[in-house]
């Protein structure tokens, strides 16, 4: 990856972990050690959750592999959620998910409000 490449990312997942630190009221912070075999996700703050954060400058296909990468740290982490933070042109941010990520959500949701 090149240097712009890198420093695009990290812009990226500071970004991120700002949004989620506002949202959530959580300290969310960058990780270190992203890439690793053993990778556990780009962004630690946020309990029992691992974050994968992309900038692709081709967002369909971020959106269409990363949410399995974020499985897969989700698994290393010991973690029971996963999410995806794709950012888009312009700035935004849209979480993907995989449907089982999305119904490991539901399931907590229905849990927690009946």
Do not use: C
């Amino acid at each position: 990856m090149s240097n712009s490449q890198k420093d695009k990312g990290d812009k990226a997942e500071r970004e991120a972990a700002e949004l989620i630190s506002e949202l959530t009221g959580y300290e969310v912070r960058r990780k270190l050690g992203a890439g690793r075999k053993d990778d556990e996700g780009d962004l630690e703050g946020l309990p029992n959750v691992t974050i994968q954060v992309a900038n692709w400058k081709n967002t369909a296909a971020a959106a269409i592999q990363k949410p399995k990468g974020a499985e897969d740290q989700r698994e290393n982490a010991d973690t029971d959620y996963a999410a995806t933070f794709v950012r888009f042109r312009g700035g935004t941010f849209r979480v993907v998910l995989t449907p089982e990520q999305w119904l490991a959500y539901v399931k907590l949701a229905v849990h927690t409000f009946t």
